[in-house]
């Protein structure tokens, strides 16, 4: 299974960004795909992730209300929409799959840098 994010870049306070993950491989077995992501001095958090067949969704309280989770399981992705980007939103964003029967996401994508300018 592979992991490939995009949508990354440079905006300034107050803009959007749309990040997107596609999955290819051996994907079935699905849970869950999840965004993470990274800022520079700091431990990994979670942001976002959405179950792939119930497509139930959860956030993390620094983005929610701002952040839309959405999965096309046709296609294998998911996208994550940021609003009202802020400084601290400042991150390399990764996408990552949990599976079936699984408690931890195990497979992780290479990140994709998101940079938020005043």
């Known amino acids: 299974v592979q992991l490939q994010a995009s949508g990354g870049g440079s905006v300034q306070a107050g803009g959007s960004l749309r990040l997107s993950c596609l999955g290819s491989?051996?994907?079935?077995?699905?849970?869950?795909r999840g965004w993470f992501r990274q800022a520079p001095g700091k431990e990994r958090e979670f942001v976002a992730s959405?179950?792939?067949?119930?497509?139930?969704?959860s956030y993390a309280d620094s983005v929610k209300g701002r952040s839309t989770i959405s999965r096309d399981i046709a296609k294998e992705t998911v996208d994550l929409q940021i609003n009202n980007l802020n400084l601290e939103d400042t991150a390399v964003y990764y996408c990552?799959?949990?599976?079936?029967?699984?408690?931890?996401?195990?497979?992780w994508g290479q990140g994709t840098q998101v940079t938020v300018s005043s």
């Open positions: 990552a799959m949990r599976r079936l029967g699984r408690s931890r996401y195990e497979i």
């Open positions: 491989g051996r994907t079935a077995g699905t849970l869950a």
């Open positions: 959405i179950t792939w067949g119930g497509a139930a969704t």
